[in-house]
Structure formats: C-alpha cells, structure tokens
C-alpha cells in the first residue's frame, strides 16, 4: 500500500527556520531560509505508528506545512513560483535529537529515519498560502497553532529560491517549517496535526526493540540537546548587566543629561550628546545599552532587494533583548519614518528601554501614550522606503552626530541623549551622582541668599560645609 495521495517525492527539502514564534524559541531570525533534504523514505501517512528507535529519549514531532510541487520549476521568480505548486498538505517532521550530534546542519540521522515524514491524506487547492491555519494536537490537546501569516519566508519564496539552484520536479515536497511549540512524545502518545479544517493527520508514537548496533554512531544525550527537544533550546538570554549594575542604573536615573555631559567632557569625551533629536515622552527617563541599526540612503534596486519581508529593521527588532536601546542610524534624514507604532510595541514587548533614532518617526502621535522612551529627529507620515534602505545591524553607527558601538550605554531625559563608553560607566554615574549632590547643596544656599563667591564652585569654607552635612 502507498499513500492515499499517491505521493512519491523525489525529494524532500525541510526548512529550519520559518516561523517567527519558533525562531523567538531558538533565539535568532535568519536573514534568509536554510534547509535541509529528508529522504524519500521517511514519507509516512496517517494511521502509521512513528517509531522511537531502542536507545533513543528524545523524539520531537514538528507540526507543518508540505507544499507539494506540481510542475516543474526550474529558476522561477517569486511572482510565478505557485504556478507551480499542487496544493497544500498536513504533514509531521518528526526527529529523535539523540542523533542531532552527528549530523548537525543536515540532520539526516535525526530526522531522515523511516517514517519520520508522514504526510496528510488531503490536498488543499484554490487557498490563500498566506492565510492558512495550522495546528498540531498531542493526546488530543492543542500543542501548536499558527497562521501563515507569522512566515518569515512566505511559500513563493521558497519555491522561487529552491528553484534558483535545483530543479523542483511534481511530487516533490517542501517542509515549510514548525512554530512554536514542539516538544518530545513517548511511546502511547498520539500525534495529530490539522491544516485549515482538512481531516487530521494522525500518528501513534510506539517504542522500537531493536537495539542499535555497535558500529556507527551511537544516541547521545547531554543537557543542550535535551533543552532543545522540549523546546527551549536557546531562550533569550538575560542581558548581561555588565557595567549596568542595579546601583549603576540608579544613579544614571537620578541624574541629569546634562550633569552626565559634564562627567564625560571632564573625560575628553566631548563628542557624546545625540543632537537633533527629542523625546516623545519627555516624562520617561531612559537607560540601557545599544542594539544599532543602519540604514543607507535609497537606492530602488537594493531596496528591492533588502527592504521586503524580515528584512533588516525587523529583524532587529526581534532580536531586542531586555534592557537594550534600539538606535537607528538615519544619516539625520528627516523625509522618511524609520519606525511605527507596530515595531515599536514589538520592541517594548521585547523589554527594550528605549528607541533613538536621527530620522523621522512613523506614527508619532502613537508614541504619547507608549510607555517607551522613544527619541527622533522629527515626525513623518512616509514608510523607510521612499528615503532609506535598512542594510545593517550591531555595527558602530553614526547618530545625531555621535559615533554609537554596540553595547554603549545610552541615558536619556527630557533635554536630549548621552553616550557613555561602557568602560567609564561606573565612574561617570558615581561621580555624577556626587556632582549633583553637591549642586543641590549650592542651589539651596543661593535660594537662602548665598552669593555666589566661593560657593559656585564650592571652595574654601563652603567645601568644609558642604561636607560636615553629607
């Protein structure tokens, strides 16, 4: 018996990447797809039990998307890539991760096993690809569930780059990737998986009896590969304080910019105040460290070529860590938006501590009622593209006038934006800390009639003061 669709692929292509929520799982966002080949005998169907090999722990299923191929496509454009698709199918990219230690990249071990590909038993034709509902079911319950419309890579994407270097035969199939939400299954577990209302692909997890032999690898477990299977492989890590220690960020928000600025030129840092820019919230105050982004002036046929889909600025921001500052380098161009409200509430959701940006601001009456410290150089209706291509991230960038580098540390309040080279951290906000204390002292005493003789800046007498009351 073969199966019910009568599929035969000559090939199977796997994406690793696609889904954004599983990419925020695995803590990256390609820049563009990878893949990986399955064999034709790991197709499977729905009713066949999935095999957890003697000696393994670790089988994951990963609920997805086949696209099944049905001309033949050899260099197509994006545009008339689903010309040459059939239709859409259910299907399962089951792997033990016991095995992922030998193969890592092609995972032909940990996934190209027998069966490990089982494919639903209905095609969906004359649908929206970018608008179609996949979910994925352990004992009944719903472990994954996701539109098309989370893609990072959308269907004539990947058939079109496929196409560029092979040729994609009828019946071949496209994995097009899991979102979130895979985990490890045990003997007794059934899976299924579900696309658009078609019926469930269904499988039983059962376990297999016949050991491996003793040449060639072996199953291997350690503690990474196990987080990965269950679906924490690599969470956003905790941003290393570094030198943003707790008493750090304290005494940089009790201080003012322009006290900082001070600190800094006491230093020979005199270039260190982003100019041109002001706060949408001048009420918010605002620490943290660079995470850059570059744009560069427009030029339509990059653009064309960077600007579309996950392209830089996106990513960028859905790599924001806790903690961080997105700066935006926009050459002081003020005829374009570099962001909206919509990135921006990713980037506060994110945990970002603020957005700086020498360009224009998208949908800036947004940003009263965003708790998100957000600086720009002016408001402006029009999207990046009609001024800007988004090229880069984590580079050292120019903004307002200020040499930024990734991991600096930005303060900013209602006057405007500091700089601060992380290795002088600690001593500029300790040293500010003091300086402000004692301008507090001096302002009190010019407000009880003080002149300014010796007080301003404190020597002599009114030092010896100053210190007998801290």
Known sequence: MGHPLGLSPGKIVAVHLNYRSRAAER?????????FLKPPTSLSWSGRPVVRPEGCELLAFEGEIGILIGSRAHRVPPGRALEHVAGYVAANDFGVYDFKHADLGSNLRAKGQDGFTPVGSELLTGVDPGRLWLRTYVNGELAQEACTDELLFGFDLLVADLSRYMTLEPG??????????????RPGDVVEVELEGTARLRNEVVAGHEPPAAYGVQPQVTEVTRAAAYGAAHPAPALDPGPLTPEV???????????????????GIDHHFIEGVRPARPD???VGVARTLRYLPLREDVFAERGGGM?????????LQPGEVLVISARGEHGAGTLGDILAMRALRRGAAGVVTDGGLRDS???ASLDLPSYYGAAHAAVLGRRHVPMDSQVPVDCGGVLVCPGDVLVGDAEGVVVIPPALVAEVAGDAARQEDEERFILDRVSEGASIDGLYP?????????????
């Open 365 to 367: 009456p947004s940003f």
């Open 249 to 267: 960020v304290a005494a940089l928000r009790s201080v003012s910019t322009a006290t900082l600025s001070s600190q800094l030129r006491a230093r």
């Open 284 to 286: 918010l105050r605002m």
């Open 458 to 470: 404190l020597k002599g007498a009114w030092r010896e003061a100053y210190e007998q009351q801290r």
């Open 172 to 185: 071949d199939l496209i994995l097009a990737g899991t979102p979130a939400g895979s985990t490890v299954v």
């Open 27 to 35: 803590g990256r966002v390609p820049a563009v797809p990878s893949y």
């Open 311 to 319: 392209n830089a600025q996106k990513r960028t921001v859905e790599e």
